[in-house]
């Protein structure tokens, strides 16, 4: 059975055990393990993301839509600003209607300069997502 590591002291005597270095001032505990460390969960934690996202899915957000706006921001506690989900109220009922993602490339041919009550897809542009085409802001509770 693998050991757990409770603290991060356990841990700085742990990759210390590993280095077999005897002499404690070659390398530093706050400038040269704790960023090792630090990379690892950061690597660690992007894989975890690409492969099984269902641990770090946050509770639904709701925004208002603007007429005629069709770029929004992404959350700033989004994880990796990433979207697993869109998807929009329909009014009474509590009746949802997704939104696919579609890649920026082939989002052209969607694009309408009238406004819609429901946008048909959704692209990620850098910080940003956009909805295509350009919602009325007829519906709200976007999540």
């Known amino acids: 059975m693998p050991r757990l590591y409770e603290t991060t002291s356990d841990l700085l005597l742990a ?3 590993q280095l077999d270095e005897s002499n404690q001032d ?3 505990d706050t400038t040269d393990i704790l960023p090792a460390l630090n990379r690892g969960q950061d690597y660690a934690c992007n894989i975890l993301a690409r492969f099984y996202p ?3 899915i946050a509770p639904p957000l709701s925004v208002t839509l603007a ?3 069709e770029d929004y921001d992404l959350p700033e506690d989004a994880f990796e600003d990433r979207i697993l989900k869109l998807e929009v109220s329909t009014g009474g009922g509590g009746r949802y209607v997704e939104i696919p993602r579609i890649s920026y490339q082939d989002s052209t041919p969607f694009e309408s300069s009238t406004p819609t009550a429901i946008p048909r897809y959704y692209c990620i542009i850098g910080r940003k997502y956009r909805l295509i085409p350009t919602p009325s802001g ?4 976007w999540e």
């Open 15 to 17: 990759v210390r055990s």
């Open 26 to 28: 070659s390398i530093d």
């Open 54 to 56: 269902e641990p770090l």
């Open 67 to 69: 007429n005629g706006t």
């Open 138 to 141: 007829s519906y709200r509770d």
